[in-house]
């Protein structure tokens, strides 16, 4: 029989999370108070974050345990499957080899549950009651709203508009787990209605929902606010699935050549990515680190490298990033969790050291990528999940055309059960590409914070 | 760490399925041709099935092999977990350990490519072009439209009504995986024209979905048909589920006091089941093994042993079983599954020779373990396995009143990620539980064919 799934046993698990940032040759910028411009301390976030939570986001230190309960937790479905698409690289005729590292065996089915659960359990062993977030897609949502009812900690989510009326199934997910869902832009916050007052009519975004979660976690003393992206120490979480790929890697005896994720805030490309990273900064893979953008909304490929705010009503502090403009409200793609104007510092520091490079797939692509992939392997992809599928295919159908080997690794970061809708539109013809939208953009960049 | 989950490697994937029939204390009843009431021979389901399946379906071997082709599909997530629910454990604060063998983690989300995928196969060897088939929740359908993709064959499913119109996501993976899906009963076949005629406003069932794809694969050269449950050779396939899990339970250190599963059809019951009545035969098992069904179609607690039809237009061969009566239309309940008039002849008949029990549960129980499984265990289940969720908690709690250790094991047959609609009528209180829906069932059993 040939080998088509690399496990590791449950005490493979990693004991500790990677911190690429006591690797890297030239330290971050730091992220900056919006009024002073100084560098923030540990108190600004206070109000915001657990201790521990923001220790981690300021860490120097290379390993960083993961606790008992943590990896007690992950044991459910950690580690998580490498898998070999051996009928895919069939269907592609193609003399590349295709590995994918499986995140979508979770319960919530996706990577988001490795940073959710570390962070409801850090918030309940400093007393927090509640939880505010922001989701798009809902995958992060529904993960936050697991790990709460795991951890019994209240959940409040504020769900991005066009995914809300898109993924029904998504909010019913939640609202199972126990959590409270409301559509974002809401009359519930400052934040939102002033955007409802300007654009009633607008699909929301990730930029605004953030805003709206910060905002009830800033005035309430008993909830705390949960990310599921963009920051440190959310990237540190995820990056058990590079730790244990490396490992299963090594199992399957392959080394990869080119190393694939989908990029939206940022996390499962980190997660995947930054272990490898440590390892070419000590000379041990030459591989190339491709994020995967949808061409609707490219921070890393077109977006300026720039202070900016993490969200759309600036209540956040100002992090130096790939950004579209923190006012940027990318079009309604199906790909809700890749619709956010900024990129990850630690990921947009790494692009701009030359240590990834960034590429980007449209709607329509993204979707017959998916619909192959489901033929071939069974998974039906997340539509975030559809771009580093289609990054994947064309790298192998590259190494066709050159009669190459070349080994292909993505991580493929959640299953589509819940963006049924977006599939039922696709096959009926309704999907579309969607331009770059320049005009937008180049507004919103020039209302850039001028900080240099 | 605790362990949750005990894994065999990709190598203890079964090299055989099991076949009780060889360790039977009495035969079972012949299958009779509804014209001359004589048993069956191959020659008269060869117009329907590939002769490997007939067979299978004939057999007495105690061990027949499962093909390289169909193992290599297996590995890609079989050997599937087994799981202790630790936290349902604590949650329910009782002294019983609970086990449950995890079936969702097929990339269709069930049980069912345990026999969709050696189905396919074997059809495909046999030149089999297209294969007709019912679905009802939409598992079954979905899980032989991914083997057809898998292995090249075109596929047409029945998709009983009410599911079609509750489960448009189930119908659009169907679609993804490149089925074509029509809700039954349709105007493409006679059996469904007839049923519309008196029937208009029918939610279909499997009885009627079942008759119109054998009637298209009867009269169709190209076609065969392909069955989701209740024949022999589909239970049989379901036989790695207890198999695997015989074997976890030892690494885990325990043995079941209590086995239950849910049944509609009852082959994911006969797939946990059998394999641990081979050992209670041989005194090797003193397990209770309890078949879990919905209040609103209890073959098994309330049905007659009888011969009957499989189908409700009459066009299959008479079985002697557990039945509602094969005119009898069960009610809409969301676990579509589950909504059959029969129960497989093979569970049947150890239920008649005192091997198993049965139980019931209402809807409203149901789901409501269900939701409580999801917040404590991460997974949330399909309406089907719900009923076995429902029915392990009860052992639990009664255990608890009772001060008693117990060991409860059952299978989740799938998840519920494309039943997500039922769970949003459930938490708007808009389901209801069913009476027992004794005059309708009283007038199918009185119509029973006269066959002893």
């Known amino acids: 029989m040939e080998s088509i799934q690399y496990n590791l046993p449950q005490n493979r698990i990693p004991l500790a999370w990677y911190n690429i940032v006591a690797d890297l040759p030239k330290p971050m910028a730091p992220v900056l108070h919006p009024g002073t411009l100084q560098p923030i301390g540990p108190e600004d976030l206070a109000p915001l974050f657990p201790m521990s939570l923001i220790q981690q986001e300021v860490s120097r230190e290379r390993e960083i345990e993961i606790p008992g309960p943590v990896r007690q937790v992950y044991a459910q479905w950690r580690p998580a499957p490498l898998f070999r698409a051996r009928r895919l690289e069939k269907a592609l005729d193609t003399p590349a080899k295709i590995y994918y590292k499986y995140e979508g065996v979770s319960p919530a089915g996706s990577h988001k549950p490795n940073t959710a659960v570390p962070q409801a359990y850090y918030n309940k062993i400093e007393g927090t009651k509640r939880l505010s977030t922001e989701t798009g897609a809902g995958q992060w949502g529904s993960s936050l709203a697991m790990a709460c009812a795991f951890f019994g900690i209240e959940c409040k989510v504020y769900m991005v508009r066009v995914s809300y009326d898109q993924k029904p199934y998504r909010r019913a997910l939640m609202e199972a787990y126990g959590a409270s869902v409301t559509s974002s832009p809401s009359i519930e916050t400052e934040s939102g209605r002033a955007i409802l007052a300007e654009h009633p009519d607008t699909n929301g975004s990730l930029g605004i929902a953030i805003s709206e979660a910060v905002e009830v976690a800033a005035k309430d003393p008993n909830t705390k606010y949960a990310l599921g992206s963009v920051l440190n120490h959310v990237l540190l979480h995820q990056t058990v699935i590079g730790l244990e790929t490396i490992e299963q890697m090594a199992l399957a005896g392959d080394e990869p050549d080119v190393i694939l994720a989908c990029a939206g805030g940022g996390s499962n ?130 190494a066709k055309e050159e009669g190459k080997e070349r080994t292909i690794l993505f991580v493929l970061s959640g299953h589509g059960h819940f963006d049924m809708q977006s599939y039922i539109a696709y096959q009926a013809g309704k999907l579309e590409n969607y331009e770059y939208p320049a005009e937008e953009i180049a507004m919103a960049l020039a209302g850039l914070p001028s900080v240099s």
């Open 269 to 398: 490309f980190a997660g995947l990515a930054m272990p490898y990273l440590g390892r070419k900064l000590k000379g041990q893979s030459q591989a190339r680190v491709v994020a995967v953008e949808p061409s609707a909304c490219p921070s890393l490929t077109k977006g300026h490298f720039a202070y900016d705010f993490g969200d759309t009503a600036h209540l956040t502090p100002l992090m130096r990033m790939h950004t579209l403009g923190s006012t940027f409200i990318p079009p309604g793609i199906h790909a809700g969790g890749l619709r956010y104007h900024g990129m990850a510092p630690l990921v947009s520091h790494v692009m701009d050291l030359g240590l990834v490079e960034a590429t980007t797939v449209q709607q329509l692509d993204a979707f017959a990528a998916g619909i192959q992939f489901a033929r071939a392997e069974g998974i039906i992809p997340a539509p975030e999940a559809n771009h580093a599928v289609a990054a994947a295919i064309r790298e192998a159908l590259q």
